[in-house]
């Protein structure tokens, strides 16, 4: 099973996002070939903004093997903290979340002691992390689930046309990662023109979307090259 992970990150009306929604379902219903490949092949992830999440998730009852995805949890449980976001509050309405993104450490300050109760936090909660890495340095445990290499220099170009690895520079890294027991996941720049580049090999087990995924058609042309 390979993972196609949609991040949407700061972006979208809630009626952009509707419509988003209502484009990706007809484009699927037209297409059962597609359909059925994803029933089979490819969990797809959708992770727009927080207040997007439930709307969208009812428009998604009924299909199979597509989840809902957080971009970020909080560091904290529950309680006296005004704006957060916890992993309890989450629970029950998304399946998995992106964990320490490197915008998350870039913009906000995030540090590897947060990330690390993100992780607790998403494991206690029942919710599965795609924990982001830039570099080899970013991995605090090897029991991680979900590993996604984030090259600072190939990501955030917001269009996911930025300057994308190779496919042997992704699998030198995860050759020096060595954790074999963690799904290894790229993000960066990855796009409808250079995922039939990384398909070729099995290694790479998902794909972390940025810019590409604000564009339904752009994001279904990349589910179905997967
Ligand atoms: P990008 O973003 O595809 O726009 O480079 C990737 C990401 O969300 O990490």
């Not at 957080?70 to 916890?86: C, H, M, N, R």
């Not at 992993?87 to 320490?100: P, R, T, V």
């Not at 906000?108 to 607790?120: A, D, G, I, R, Y």
């Not at 996911?160 to 993000?187: C, E, Q, R, T, V």
Request: charged share 20%.
């Amino acid at each position: 099973m390979k993972y196609v992970i949609g991040n949407w990150k700061a972006n979208n009306t809630l009626d952009e996002s509707l419509q988003w929604i209502k484009i990706f379902i007809i484009e699927l219903q037209k297409n059962q070939t597609l359909k059925k490949k994803i029933e089979q092949e490819i969990s797809v992830v959708i992770c727009p903004p927080f207040p997007h999440l439930y709307p969208i998730k009812q428009k998604l009852e009924g299909f199979r093997n597509i989840f809902l995805g957080a971009q970020d949890i909080s560091s904290v449980e529950k309680g006296t903290y005004t704006g957060e976001t916890t992993a309890l509050n989450l629970q029950g309405l998304i399946q998995f979340a992106i964990i320490g993104h490197s915008e998350r450490k870039k913009n906000f300050h995030e540090n590897e002691q947060m990330t690390s109760l993100k992780l607790q936090l998403a494991n206690k909660y029942g919710i599965k992390p795609f924990y982001c890495i830039n570099n080899l340095d970013g991995i605090i445990s090897p029991l991680i689930e979900f590993i996604c290499w984030e090259p600072p220099e190939s990501i955030s170009s917001g269009d996911g046309k930025g300057n994308f690895k190779s496919l042997a520079d992704i699998l030198k890294f995860k050759k020096m990662l060595n954790l074999p027991n963690s799904h290894f996941i790229y993000g960066g720049s990855v796009n409808e023109n250079n995922i039939k580049e990384y398909v070729v090999s099995d290694e790479i087990e998902g794909f972390l979307i940025g810019g590409a995924s604000l564009d339904p058609y752009r994001f279904l042309h990349i589910i179905e090259h997967s």
